[in-house]
Nanobody
Framework: QVQLQESGGGLVQAGGSLRLSCAASGGVDRIRTMGWYRQAPGLQRELVATVTIGGDANYADSVKGRFTISRDNAKSTIYLQMNTLRPEDTAVYFC???????????WGQGTQVTVSS
């Protein structure tokens, strides 16, 4: 059973930066693609960025050029460096991973990111 634990959220002013971390435990050798998603109040959860085992990254258009996803396979951890934050980036950010042998993905509990104008 894979478990994901996010950290690094908080309150920041517009234009500021935050770095999120997501550490995986339990069955980490089965983990494949990992990523970040976010959900703002009243809206659906949306993709922010994903990264494969090999380090290939994919980003939502809204965060390209501002956010960077990275992965440390030795630590079973991914990071999301968020720069030039905007009030519309305010959301709960969730970590997700896909694992071999598991039909359903695994999700973390989420971490709140609030950007004030």
């Amino acid at each position: 059973q894979v478990q994901l634990q996010e950290s690094g959220g908080g309150l920041v002013q517009a234009g500021g930066s935050l770095r999120l971390s997501c550490a995986a435990s339990g069955g980490v050798d089965r983990i494949r693609t990992m990523g970040w998603y976010r959900q703002a109040p009243g809206l659906q959860r949306e993709l922010v960025a994903t990264v494969t085992i090999g380090g290939d990254a994919n980003y939502a258009d809204s965060v390209k050029g501002r956010f960077t996803i990275s992965r440390d396979n030795a630590k079973s951890t991914i990071y999301l460096q968020m720069n030039t934050l905007r009030p519309e980036d305010t959301a709960v950010y969730f970590c997700k991973c896909e694992a071999a042998g598991s039909f359903w993905p695994y999700w973390g509990q989420g971490t709140q990111v609030t950007v004030s104008s």
